[in-house]
């Protein structure tokens, strides 16, 4: 069975936590991704900034809803999910509009495990990861050429 080392895009394109948002977004753009592993100076993994990520950053605001009860207000929505969205709509810097701790995979996860994991985490690109450092990464596209031969 294939493994990510297979079909996975070595040196992927990579952003650093302090890339601002536009050079992000431009590069995103003209290298036609949906996304980029965030690597620090040491090429760990630190996080993935996706074009979802940046797309929230034009949404509106989610007010917490509350309910009153005896006289006083009960949120009915996480304070940290609040103050997380209003980082991300206000980011300046990848670090601030990233998914820190993503999930990854190893060289050697089986392709019907990557699927899967693409499946239930709605997911379209997996850093794959050995010993702490980036090595690639596996695309839904990597994984569609799989169905038509064109592995690599």
Do not use: W, Y
Request: net charge negative; hydrophobic share 45%; with cysteine.
């Amino acid at each position: 069975m294939l493994k990510a080392l297979d079909i996975m895009t070595p040196n992927p394109v990579t952003l650093a936590p302090d890339t601002d948002i536009r050079t992000a977004a431009t590069l995103l753009l003209e290298k036609k991704i949906n996304g980029a592993p965030v690597v620090d100076e040491k090429g760990r993994l630190v996080g993935v900034l996706c074009q979802s990520d940046l797309v929230a950053q034009q949404k509106q605001v989610t007010l917490p809803s509350v309910f009153a009860l005896l006289d006083g207000f009960i949120a009915l929505s996480s304070r940290d999910d609040f103050e997380r969205e209003m980082q991300k709509i206000a980011a300046t810097k990848v670090a601030q509009a990233m998914t820190a701790d993503p999930k990854t995979v190893t060289p050697q996860t089986p392709i019907d495990e990557i699927a899967t994991i693409m499946v239930n985490e709605k997911l379209f690109t997996l850093p794959v990861v050995d010993s702490g450092k980036l090595v690639g990464v596996v695309g839904k596209e990597d994984i569609l050429r799989t169905l038509l031969g064109h592995v690599g």
